[in-house]
């Protein structure tokens, strides 16, 4: 396994990103799995509906993958979008058979009715940004009891996780956090992932700063959410950033271990929401 880790990730990072051909992705591709995207009315900029705006279709995969850029807005729901997004895609392609649709980024709002259509979400910067209404946490609840998979990511010391501990509070009020161990099959559903690592946010990777955010609490952990036979419904990976990690993978002051990190668990999480 690790001879094959190598050489699937030195095609991956080793030089400067090579962005994918996109004539043959896209919809008609039959993809079989969607990187989604929550939006949430909390944080900078609210946002509040039952549809799933669309930021902007210059700044879509397709344009990033030009080398036009662009990207942000929305809120903190939005952070890094859509470099983050559309770059992680690609490389689950790369490192796996999954065919993912990655012609657009992809987000869905709480209360818009494909929210069920959509079996993975990815929520970021909960600790900052995230106020659920009764309504929105019993939409989340039914979403996961349907077989629906819960990323949260971003979230940065004590005051932020008080605020993502209450949210799940009213998520989960049945099911508590518990801190997983390494030893737990999502680490093992892919890659073979033997530690937690901290990812850090792209300025205090390429600037020599901590990698913490808050002096407060330092350490990463990796928590989850099961249900009463144990399947994981929620991933949830505090005091780590593994979006920006993602998202600045082409950068080289960006330590490649922990964009190799980074990507293994994600893609970890991605294959067992999809066999379990």
Not at 91 to 117: C, N, Q, W
Not at 179 to 199: A, G, K, N, P
Request: aromatic share 14%.
């Amino acid at each position: 396994m690790k001879k094959v880790l190598t050489v699937l990730l030195a095609g991956l990072f080793a030089t400067a990103f090579v962005l994918p051909s996109l004539a043959d992705t896209g919809p008609e591709s039959n993809p079989e799995f969607y990187f989604t995207r929550l939006i949430y009315s909390g944080g900078r900029g609210r946002y509040s509906g039952e549809s799933s705006p669309k930021l902007g279709t210059e700044r879509n995969c397709e344009s990033l993958a030009r080398g036009e850029g662009g990207g942000g807005g929305g809120g903190t729901w939005a952070t890094d979008y859509p470099a983050s997004d559309c770059k992680f895609m690609w490389g689950v392609e790369r490192l796996s058979a999954v065919r993912v649709y990655d012609r657009t980024p992809h987000s869905v709002a709480i209360m818009d009715p494909d929210l069920f259509k959509y079996p993975y979400l990815y929520v970021v910067e909960p600790g900052r940004g995230l106020d659920l209404s009764n309504e929105e946490a019993a939409r989340l609840r039914e979403y996961v009891l349907r077989g629906g998979f819960i990323h949260f990511d971003d979230f940065w010391g004590l005051r932020e996780r008080e605020n993502v501990e209450f949210q799940l509070g009213k998520i989960f009020p049945d099911h508590p956090i518990k801190e997983l161990d390494i030893r737990d099959e999502v680490f093992h559903s892919f890659f073979d992932v033997d530690t937690v690592m901290q990812i850090p946010n792209v300025s205090n990777a390429c600037n020599g700063g901590p990698y913490w955010e808050r002096s407060d609490d330092k350490e990463p952990r990796i928590y989850g959410i099961k249900d009463e036979m144990g399947r994981l419904l929620s991933v949830i990976t505090y005091n780590s950033d593994l979006g920006d990690a993602w998202e600045w993978m082409d950068r080289p002051c960006y330590p490649a271990a922990l964009t190799g990190q980074a990507y293994r668990m994600g893609l970890n999480f991605i294959i067992y929401s999809m066999s379990h």
